[in-house]
């Protein structure tokens, strides 16, 4: 019984690394519009009030991306604005089958704090910073991909049958 609890950890690492993963990157596309937003209003044929018009989304985008930070939850625990520093599971049936994952704080990404796009110098200095907070998303989600690989291989009880028949044998 233990065993197979073991395995539903596992699968529920898999879920919980798995809604992690769609918020990470539902921001990532927040993060690229607002970095074609900059693009375009760095643009010197722009008007003022293009680049009204622009900052405005780029502001309500930036915007979203804090309520999203902090609004991605599994089973009432925050996930991504640093609450929950390490997902810990156990995934065996002893005490040292457990697998550790490091989550992310994205409440520190640069992009939230950019200026905006109201003139060309802040939409270029906004360019930056965006490519600053995607390459952070991108580093998580790459921990978060080989840590469900992991915890997929812990679930699937087949993938140790091999070594336990060959154990048996001997």
Do not use: C, Y
């Not at 970095?35 to 209003?41: D, G, K, L, V, Y």
């Not at 003139?119 to 952070?136: F, K, V």
Request: aromatic share 2%.
């Amino acid at each position: 019984i233990s065993l197979q609890r073991a395995m539903r950890n596992a699968n529920e690492g898999v879920n919980f690394l798995q809604t992690a993963d769609v918020a990470a990157g539902n921001i990532s596309t927040v993060l690229i519009r607002m970095r074609e937003i900059a693009i375009q209003s760095a643009t010197g044929s722009n008007s003022d009030d293009d680049r009204a018009a622009l900052d405005n989304e780029f502001s309500e985008l930036r915007a979203h991306l804090s309520k999203s930070i902090d609004g991605t939850s599994w089973n009432g625990q925050k996930m991504l604005n640093g609450t929950m520093s390490n997902l810990n599971l156990q995934i065996g049936a002893s005490s040292s089958d457990s697998q550790s994952v490091e989550m992310a704080d994205f409440r520190d990404l640069s992009a939230l704090s950019a200026a905006g796009v109201s003139n060309t110098g802040d939409a270029l200095a906004s360019l930056s910073i965006i490519d600053e907070s995607l390459t952070t998303i991108d580093s998580a989600r790459v921990k978060w991909g080989a840590a469900m690989n992991l915890l997929v291989q812990a679930g699937d009880p087949s993938h140790n049958l091999p070594t336990n028949l060959d154990s048996s044998r001997t």
